[in-house]
């Protein structure tokens, strides 16, 4: 079975930095896309970034462009996100999943999910 154990959530004040980490195991298939949604209270599960295990391409919300950076180790299926400049609406449970259908924007669909870790940014 398809698993994805994350790590790295926790609190930091806005302006700050967390790295998150995912790494999966049991895959069969090799052809996927990787990273992480998130759900805050009172909005709309959202896809954040994820990248593409075959060609690296990566996408981005627009809400984090330019403040977050996905990246995978050398190591197989393991994938960061890299999380600078925080604002209080970054506040959310992040859930790491991997989509063999590469629907990044709503990653939130795929049924491959870990559980999620909690991210809060103090104004």
């Known amino acids: 079975d398809v698993q994805l154990q994350a790590s790295g959530g926790g609190s930091v004040e806005a302006g700050g930095s967390l790295r998150l980490s995912c790494a999966a195991s049991?895959?069969?298939?090799?052809?996927?896309?990787i990273g992480w949604f998130r759900q805050a209270p009172g909005k709309e599960r959202e896809g954040v970034s994820c990248?593409?295990?075959?060609?690296?391409?990566?996408y981005y919300a627009d809400s984090v462009k330019g403040r977050f950076t996905i990246s995978t180790a050398s190591s197989a299926n393991t994938v960061y996100l890299q999380m600078d400049s925080m604002k209080s609406e970054d506040t959310a449970v992040y859930y790491c999943?991997?989509?063999?259908?590469?629907?990044?924007?709503?990653?939130?669909?795929?049924?491959?999910r870990g559980p999620g870790t909690q991210v809060t940014v103090s104004s």
């Open positions: 999943a991997l989509d063999p259908f590469h629907r990044c924007r709503a990653l939130y669909r795929s049924d491959y």
């Open positions: 049991g895959l069969t298939f090799e052809d996927y896309a």
């Open positions: 990248i593409s295990s075959t060609d690296g391409t990566t």
